[in-house]
C-alpha cells in the first residue's frame, strides 16, 4: 500500500449528512437506492446511488446520519446524476454497511 501525507488526506472532503428522502433504484444495474442527503449550510441536499439494499430499506434510511465524500465530481449512474459518495464498508459476505457517527452530530461537519 502505498503511504500518502496528511495534506493528500485532508484533499478528501468527508462529511456528515442527513438522509432526508431515499428511494428504490430499480433501473440500476445492480439493486440500489437512490438518496438525496442533507448536509446543511453551503453544502446543502445532494444526491446520491447507493448499493445499499441488503442491510436497508428506503423508508429505514430516512433521518440516519451518514458519512460522504463531498468533493468528487458528480458521477452518471444510468439515469441518475450522483452528487456524493456515501461511504460504507463490506460485511462478511461483501455487502455494504454504511459508516457514520454513533452518536448525532451536526450536519456537515467534517471527518478529521
Known sequence: MTEITF????QV?????????AEPYPEARKPAIKLQVDFGGDLGVKK???????HYTPKELI???VMAVVNFPPRQIGKFMSEVLVLGVPD?????V???????VPK???LF
Open 108 to 110: 456537515g461537519v467534517r
Open 48 to 54: 446520491s446511488s447507493a448499493q445499499i439494499t441488503t
Open 13 to 21: 472532503d468527508i462529511r456528515v449528512g442527513r438522509v432526508i428522502h
Open 63 to 65: 433521518g440516519r446520519q
Open 7 to 10: 495534506d493528500d488526506f485532508m
Open 98 to 104: 454504511l459508516i457514520a457517527p454513533d452518536q448525532d
Open 92 to 96: 462478511a459476505d461483501g455487502e455494504v
